[in-house]
């Protein structure tokens, strides 16, 4: 098992993946990106650097641990002054917090809603006190997830190594994606701060510029780091596909119309990099399984902030759409939109990134199910590992409560829908009271 | 008590007459199928057409006590025709197969019991306990009480012409609760079959635990230990006296040879489960030549094909009665949902008032909660079933786990104990009992349907009813 | 697959009236005349660029019908309660999202789609190979059942509501014919759907057919050794313990061979060597229809064969084969399946989506109409609550057969493990219960699941839960109805001070309302139970 045997191998395996390269039907299947990139990255780099925009923010509000490079495959704990402002940051963030509570109390902070009637306001309070509690249990198990953090930073690139030793690939990351949400979050949120100042009416104190500024943080970062959780599943992804691409070359789909000769020497191979690929699909589950643990229960609060969110925002764009006065103030409308954008956007990014791993990850012993295996060899190799990941089913859990897929998103969306219902109805019920009460006036 | 019940669904035509013989007199059996819904359907339709001997055409029914009359009506003729057609649809043949692969699987059974030499213990017909028979009394004396309750108030609102009403009222939710009877009755024949194999499977497992023993002594502590398990205290000290003595082995040969004759005709009965007698046979015979004698694992394969025997019969029958099992459930449903309602917001507030708006209520109390009984009753067979033969695996994992002798001496036996393990998966992923896929009809149902009362009580107890019942005169 | 001489007949062959259907209607873009020829669905630049027309020219007419019949809504916003207006308003455009769904996914499909019969015939000649024959017949009937209902269905709504509930005095009036085009477009879709699924299940049952044959042949073959050979059988030693199955399993295919002749109409063809009287007289059995092109009789030159051929005859092995081989059919099929539920996810997802919104709203109007509240044009269909009914029939029935075949599909497949347990027990060999063990553990790892974009899976309790789902919003809808009338009439009779008046109208309304309720409650909970 050490890693010793595989080095001496490096060289045949180097050799068996050109030709299998030639010999794959489709070759475009068996790496489009993955196997494109040069074998050995240049010492030099940093490591994650497809992340490295969003990895940046998150060190510099001191939600990730400011951690050294010690090699390009391997980090290091953080340094003293880093791990001094990184602690710095987090008690500043706290203070910040207690901070805007206060001057929410007073009657300051009654001027920042943009009050229809009594139930919004409720609403923007909750929704208020929601975004803080998120961001706030964000800093705390941030804070106390650093070594995970880079704990599993550190099992991710070393199995980047092994695979490159192995094979002479370097997996790339492709979370371009990460920059694109990190564009739309600081842009949603500009645009929120803006609408925010801009309706305002009367004196703005700066305590008010502080309360609105910090909110629009608070949001963002929060954000920031689901986007972060996403990515770090997208580069866990990655690896699941590739450890099925390789398998998936075994499947008898790829062995139609060779000769014996060939195949034979083509399944030579199998028992080591079977090998191999079980013990990377283990390391990997175990990778997924703290990233689930480090993350869920942040995710589970941004849900039900982000629930309650769109839940908030759609019935707010329901009443300013069938208002009756006719009077349709765009700036709530605009407001509306913004939020939902994000927030659309964000959980569709958790949960199809959540998705597509655990799909990966399952898919696993569904390939293994194809490969043919003629000896009874073979077969023992195969029947083991099917045998472990029966009933195995592995999920990417909200602390448990419940398994995040696309059908969460479904789910979610359903939920929205029959809490709209029902509030359109308490709306309703308003508007009849209130026109008997004016009838009753007048 | 299942044949009262046999009679009682034949008489109101709920399966066939000589459902046991395919050849019988075609046009009677399946007329005396008619008789009853198409006085059902006359009675429906005379009542809903010509306006008459309805509860809801009398005078003195009001609006609530016409508008639940209406729906209980409605809802029983749906009930009712979904669950003749579907008997109609199920024919004799169900019942003719069904009674055939049992008769197959009992024979395995008793030859099974006479290898693992249970049958001298308890070679009687099962005794049911004292629950089953309270269940029965106490199922059957609530079918009475609702019925008699039914029929007095009618015939003292109607006279002679009770039975028009009588019958678009109770029947057919007697005539749906009955078919779920059958399919009780069904399903405990099955899971009675789980419990025998799971019996003799457990007998192998406790042999495996007494023989755990390496393997060079294979020979004379088992039999040794064997000897022990057998039941008479005489034996076991004559066992003890003697390990190496032939005579126990004398008997148990001639006991085989007075098994044998009765197997022969066995297998001339049913030519097509007998091959795996014969092999039991020469494995048995086999283990005798080879001195080693034959103990209950020679069991296991038929005991295997057995439990798939039964759970290809469970399949049958959920097939034939897990649709009626819908319409039944739904009746239920909607039967316990509106009774409450009407029990809590009408008749607290001005029961006494009006004999017909009490006789409607206590109508919808008395046939929710009939109807509740048997559909409990349902579910926990169904559970029971599917617990007995997931036991089954269970043991086999358990045997598997402890590495018996005979395992460890023989690939065959351990490869066909996986084998039987994963055939149980995919039975698993394949089949539970369940009502056409909707839901699955174990205690999660009794969960999920009890969770969909709540929300849709919470919205009917919202209606504001007194305005109503003001209306009526009912109330000051 | 270099052959080129077809063993199997292509199932495309019973699509021919569909197709030709769905070209001229615009469902499908490829190219007819390769279709008529060769039976193969290709991409056609021409189908393409006629397909957008028809869709420019459906969305056309049916922004046109929106507008000429938007007119009776005008009074609609003004006189009733926003909810009614604020589901119309909504519900009015679902069609027509469906419909372009299913067209743009059938344009972006339309090589995909080919290369998904293409590997369905390839299955079949794998199937043909292992003597596992699939009748395609039925298929035919079942596409023009399907066809005759769907017409019948639409011509029956369009009549019906255009004779009874529009004004056909006006010229316009015959845009209403236009409203049929969106669902009738969604069903021919649809039946593509669902008949090749059916296809589907039809081979997934082929195969347990096949495996279950083994075990009854089997079974025959014992009892028929037994008879022969009772009395020498007992005396074996136990060195010799596994000896007899694999004696059996060697006799059992010499008596295989001979049986297939006599069974063969059944099995089709037997063996390797011995051809031509099975083929004949399987021809004749089959009638022309389903194995036509078999021509008497290349010996086929697949690896697979020539791998058993090279490997020793015993019979094990050849079994061994046999069951392989069907196991990799068994995965290619569950591959097919999921491809197929890639390629119709996104009209699948739309079709459930409005079926639910259809069904509820259609409920809830048909509520409306017979409170005398007026409702949007487009759903005029519900003042007739026979009209109604058949509508609900019509689009749950879509529905419930697309949800129903992939339960039953993927039930079929789950079948097959449970079969091949039944070769190796009723073999009870030891080299055979390894070989089953190993294939069930892949067998267990294949799996086919219909899901809706990965929203929900296409099984019977997802339609539980909707049934449940339509029950309580039409609940908390007509609650909602309720509410705005009684506010409405509390301010009237407020106003004109007259408040017995006021109550016992809302008391006689109530009266007819629950009835209604119920009447709805019933239709929903019996619907999903009939169809």
Redesign the interface.
């Given at each position: 098992m050490s890693p010793n045997s595989w080095v001496i191998e490096m060289a045949a395996h180097k050799s068996r993946l050109q030709v299998r390269r030639s010999l794959s039907p489709h070759p475009h299947a068996l790496g489009s990106d993955a196997f494109v990139r040069s074998p050995h990255a240049p010492v030099g780099n940093p490591v994650f650097e497809d992340i490295g925009t969003i990895l940046s923010v998150l060190k510099a509000s001191g939600l990730l641990p400011i951690y050294e490079q010690v090699s390009s495959f391997e980090v290091g704990p953080p340094t003293r002054t880093n791990e001094f402002y990184s602690f710095f940051v987090r008690g500043v963030v706290h203070a910040l917090t207690i901070f805007n509570i206060y001057s929410l109390m007073t009657p300051n902070g009654a001027k920042l809603f943009i009050s229809l009637r009594e139930t919004d306001n409720v609403n923007q309070w909750i929704e208020l006190l929601l975004c803080i509690l998120t961001y706030t249990l964000t800093v705390f198990v941030c804070a106390r997830n650093t070594k995970c953090i880079i704990q599993i930073m550190n099992e991710i690139l070393k199995l980047d190594q092994e695979v490159l030793r192995q094979f002479g690939v370097a997996l790339s990351n492709n979370c371009n994606f990460s920059i694109k949400f990190l564009l739309l979050i600081a842009a949603c949120q500009a645009y929120i701060i803006f609408i925010r100042i801009h309706v305002l009416d009367g004196v703005i104190t700066p305590t008010t510029y502080i309360l609105i500024g910090f909110y629009a943080i608070q949001n963002g970062l929060t954000a920031t780091y689901i986007v972060f959780a996403s990515a770090l599943l997208r580069i866990v992804c990655i690896r699941f596909q590739f450890v099925n691409r390789l398998l998936n070359g075994y499947s008898y789909a790829q062995l139609l119309g060779k000769s014996r000769r060939q195949l034979q020497s083509h399944m030579e191979s199998f028992p080591e990099d079977s090998l191999f690929i079980y013990r990377t699909h283990n390391r990997l589950l175990r990778i997924y399984k703290s990233i689930n643990e480090c993350c869920s229960l942040i995710i589970v609060c941004f849900l039900g902030y982000s629930f309650y969110t769109v839940t908030t925002n759609w019935y707010n764009l329901f009443v300013q759409i069938t208002n009756n006065k006719g009077v349709i103030s765009s700036h709530i409308m605009q407001w509306c939109l913004a939020w939902l954008c994000l927030h659309t956007a964000l959980l569709t990014l958790l949960s199809r990134s959540c998705g597509a791993t655990t799909n990966e990850a399952n898919i696993t012993s569904q390939i293994l199910a194809r490969v043919y295996g003629k000896s009874k060899e073979f077969q023992n190799i195969i029947d083991k590992f099917l045998t472990k990941s029966?009933k195995q089913e592995v999920q990417f859990t909200a602390y448990g409560f419940f398994a995040i897929d696309n059908s969460t998103l479904f789910k979610i969306f359903s939920a929205v829908t029959t809490y709209l219902v029902i509030l359109i109805q308490f709306k309703q019920l308003e508007d009849s009271k209130l026109e008997e009460q004016l009838q009753e006036t007048n | 008590m299942i044949q009262v019940m046999n009679w009682l669904s034949m008489a109101i035509g709920l399966i066939p007459l000589n459902r046991q013989q395919l050849q019988s007199n075609f046009m009677l059996d399946y007329v005396m199928m008619l008789i009853m819904p198409c006085l059902y359907l006359a009675s429906y339709l005379g009542i809903n057409l010509f306006h008459r001997f309805g509860l809801p055409f009398l005078d003195d029914c009001n609006?609530v006590c016409?508008?639940s009359n209406?729906?209980f009506m409605?809802?029983g003729a749906?009930l009712y025709v979904?669950v003749i057609l579907l008997s109609l649809y199920r024919r004799k043949q169900f019942f003719v197969d069904f009674e055939t692969r049992l008769a197959e699987i009992d024979v395995i059974i008793q030859k099974c019991r006479r290898v693992a030499e249970l049958d001298k213990m308890r070679s009687q017909a099962v005794k049911h306990s004292v629950a089953y028979h309270f269940t029965w009394l106490f199922v059957f004396s609530v079918f009475i009480f609702a019925l008699y309750y039914d029929s007095r108030e009618l015939y003292l609102t109607f006279g002679e012409y009770a039975i028009i009403p009588f019958m678009v009222s109770s029947f057919p939710y007697l005539a749906g609760s009955i078919i779920q009877g059958e399919f009780i009755y069904h399903v405990s024949v099955i899971s009675n079959r789980f419990e025998q194999i799971n019996k003799l499977f457990e007998k192998i497992n406790q042999e495996a635990r007494h023989r755990h023993a390496p393997l060079t002594v294979f020979d004379i502590e088992s039999e040794g230990k064997k000897q022990e398990l057998k039941p008479t205290p005489a034996e076991k000290a004559a066992a003890t006296k003697a390990i190496f003595s032939n005579e126990p082995k004398l008997a148990d040969e001639l006991k085989r040879q007075k098994a044998q004759p009765p197997k022969q005709e066995d297998?001339d009965e049913l030519?097509?489960s007998?091959?795996?007698d014969?092999?039991i046979?020469?494995?048995n015979?086999?283990?005798m030549?080879?001195n080693t004698d034959s103990t209950s694992e020679a069991n296991l394969?038929d005991l295997?094909?057995l439990h798939?025997k039964i759970l290809a019969l469970s399949v049958i029958t959920n097939g034939e009665f897990g649709?009626q099992c819908?319409?039944y459930m739904?009746a239920c449903f909607?039967v316990s949902i509106f009774g409450i309602f009407l029990e809590t917001k009408v008749n607290f507030i001005v029961s006494g008032k009006s004999r017909l708006l009490d006789y409607v209520t206590y109508l919808y109390v008395i046939w929710s909660f009939t109807t509740m009984v048997v559909a409990y009753i349902v579910l926990r067979l169904c559970c029971n079933a599917n617990n007995h033969s997931k036991q089954s695996a269970m043991i086999v994992h358990e045997i598997m786990q402890k590495k018996p002798a005979f395992m460890l001496s023989?690939?065959?036996f351990y490869?066909?104990m996986?084998?039987?393990t994963?055939?149980f998966?995919?039975?698993e992923?394949?089949f539970q009992f369940?009502g056409?896929?909707?839901?699955a009809l174990d205690y999660t149902f009794i969960f999920s349907t009890v969770s969909?009362a709540t929300?849709?009580l919470i919205?009917l107890l919202?209606?504001d009813m007194t305005?109503?019942l003001?209306?009526e005169g009912l109330m000051t | 697959m270099s052959q080129v001489t077809p063993m199997v007949q292509p199932l495309l062959l019973q699509f021919q009236q569909l197709f030709f259907l769905s070209k001229v209607v615009g469902v499908l873009p490829q190219d007819l005349t390769k279709f008529r020829h060769k039976n193969v669905l290709e991409k056609s630049r021409n189908g393409m660029i006629y397909m957008l027309g028809m869709l420019a020219l459906y969305v056309g007419l049916y922004n046109l019908l929106i507008y000429s019949f938007s007119e009776e809504d005008r009074t609609l916003k003004a006189t009733q309660s926003t909810l009614t207006f604020v589901i119309g308003l909504f519900l009015t455009y679902i069609g027509l999202i469906m419909m372009a769904t299913d067209q743009v996914t059938a344009l972006f499909n339309q090589g995909k789609l080919g290369e998904l019969y293409e590997r369905i015939r390839v299955v079949d000649e794998r199937l043909y190979r292992e003597q596992c024959l699939v009748n395609n017949s039925c298929i035919a009937k079942r596409i023009r059942i399907m066809l005759v209902m769907t017409i019948i269905f639409e011509l029956f709504i369009l009549l019906t509501t255009y004779i009874e509930l529009v004004d056909y005095t006006q010229w316009l009036s015959l845009l209403w014919m236009v409203s049929a085009i969106p669902t009738f477009i969604n069903t021919l879709d649809k039946i593509w759907f669902a008949v090749s699924l059916f296809a589907l299940k039809e081979r997934f049952e082929a195969i347990n057919a096949t495996l279950e044959d083994l075990v009854t042949e089997?079974?025959k073959f014992?009892?028929w050794?037994?008879g022969d050979a009772?009395a020498p059988?007992?005396?074996?030693?136990?060195s010799?313990?596994?000896q007899?199955?694999q004696y059996d399993s060697n006799l059992e295919y010499l008596y295989k061979e001979l049986g297939g002749i006599d069974i063969g109409s059944l099995r089709g063809s037997g063996g390797k060597n011995n051809k031509v009287a099975p083929i004949a007289h399987s021809l004749n059995s089959f009638g022309e229809s389903i194995q036509t092109p078999r021509k008497p009789h290349q010996p086929n030159p697949n690896p697979m064969m020539n791998m058993a051929h090279e490997s020793e005859l015993s019979n094990a092995t050849k079994v061994e084969e046999k069951l392989n081989n069907l196991c990799q059919v068994h995965d290619e099929i569950c591959e097919i399946g999921k491809a197929m539920n890639g390629l119709w996810s996104y009209p699948i997802l739309s079709l459930m989506a409005y079926g639910f919104l259809i069904f509820t709203a259609q409920l809830y109007f048909l509520y409306c109409a017979t409170r005398a509240q007026s409702i949007p044009s487009l759903f005029r269909s519900a003042k007739n609550p026979f009209i109604t009914v058949i509508v609900l029939v019509y689009t749950s029935g879509k529905c419930i057969y697309l949800i129903y075949l992939s339960?039953k599909t993927s039930?079929a497949s789950?079948?097959t493990?449970?079969s091949l347990?039944?070769c190796?027990?009723?073999a009870?060999d030891?080299l055979l219960?390894?070989i089953?063990?190993h294939l069930?553990?892949k067998?267990?790892n294949h799996s086919v699941d219909f899901s809706a974009c990965g929203f929900f899976t296409l099984?019977?309790?997802t339609?539980?839960g909707v049934s449940?789902g339509i029950?309580?919003y039409l609940?908390?809808l007509i609650?909602f109805n309720l509410a705005a009338q009684q506010a409405k009439d509390a301010i009237q009779s407020f106003n004109s001070f007259n408040d017995t008046a006021g109550?016992?109208g809302?008391?006689?309304e109530?009266?007819n309302e629950?009835?209604t309720l119920?009447d709805l409650?019933?239709t929903t909970?019996?619907t999903?139970?009939?169809y």
């Open positions: 029966i | 609006s016409r508008l209406n729906l409605h809802l749906f979904t297998e030519n097509t007998d091959e795996e014969d092999d046979f020469d494995y015979d086999g283990m030549g080879e394969p295997f094909k798939d649709p819908v319409p739904a909607v023989n690939d065959l490869n066909k996986k084998s039987f994963l055939q998966l995919h039975w992923g394949y369940n056409i896929g909707l839901f969909a929300s849709y919205v919202q209606f305005s109503i003001r209306n | 089997h079974e014992q009892t050794l037994t009772d059988e007992p005396h074996t030693a136990d010799s313990e596994t007899p199955p339960w039930l789950k079948r493990g449970i347990h039944k190796g027990v009723v009870d030891n219960y390894e089953v063990n069930s553990l067998l267990l099984d019977m309790e339609l539980y449940g029950t309580s609940i908390i609650q109550l016992v809302a008391a006689t109530f009266g629950s009835s119920y409650v019933t909970m019996m999903p139970s009939n």
